[in-house]
């Protein structure tokens, strides 16, 4: 037991230091020159990534050579046709929603239609449960009634048969 706590003790520090270096990553040196030039902020063994600023690169077209290209300024018909193709996505999607719409409040409908079906069986079977009970302990009545008029008759029968035997024996 003495040797197995110091081994774990070590075997999580040893694990702990190697996941706490970043991986230095390599990539290959890129055939062409960047555009613009990026800043990275210096990075720190102790800092979350998601706590650290991030530069966005610029992006730049690459025309067909090979070579970057500036970007230029959409003009006002361009503007103008992605304004059109936007407000067609928008009627799209507002069409597409009041479809589904109507099929959920035609869906709602028959599950309504349905929960009442149900609830109106539910009672019809809590009023035959009702009868069946009311019925099976009339039965139960019924028996213990005959029960104890076999039991009356039997008992004057005995009666009767030993009353006569007193009298044959004097």
Not at 134 to 146: K, L, P
């Amino acid at each position: 037991m003495r040797a197995v706590v110091p081994s774990l003790l070590g075997l999580s520090l040893l694990c702990s230091t190697a996941w706490a270096v970043e991986p230095a990553t390599t990539s290959p040196a890129p055939a062409v020159a960047p555009a613009a030039p990026t800043a990275t902020a210096p990075t720190a063994p102790h800092t979350l990534s998601a706590d650290k600023p991030r530069v966005i690169p610029a992006v730049a077209t690459v025309n067909p050579n090979g070579q970057p290209q500036e970007v230029q300024p959409l003009t006002a018909e361009q503007l103008a046709k992605n304004k059109a193709l936007q407000d067609l996505k928008i009627k799209a999607l507002v069409k597409d929603q009041s479809v589904r719409l109507q099929q959920l409040e035609k869906a709602n409908l028959e599950a309504l239609a349905q929960n009442q079906e149900l609830q109106l069986k539910n009672d019809s079977l809590g009023v035959q449960v009702q009868v069946l009970q009311s019925e099976r302990s009339a039965q139960m009545f019924i028996y213990g009634a005959v029960t104890l008029a076999v039991g009356v008759l039997l008992g004057f029968l005995i009666a009767s048969y030993a009353q006569s035997k007193r009298r044959r024996q004097w």
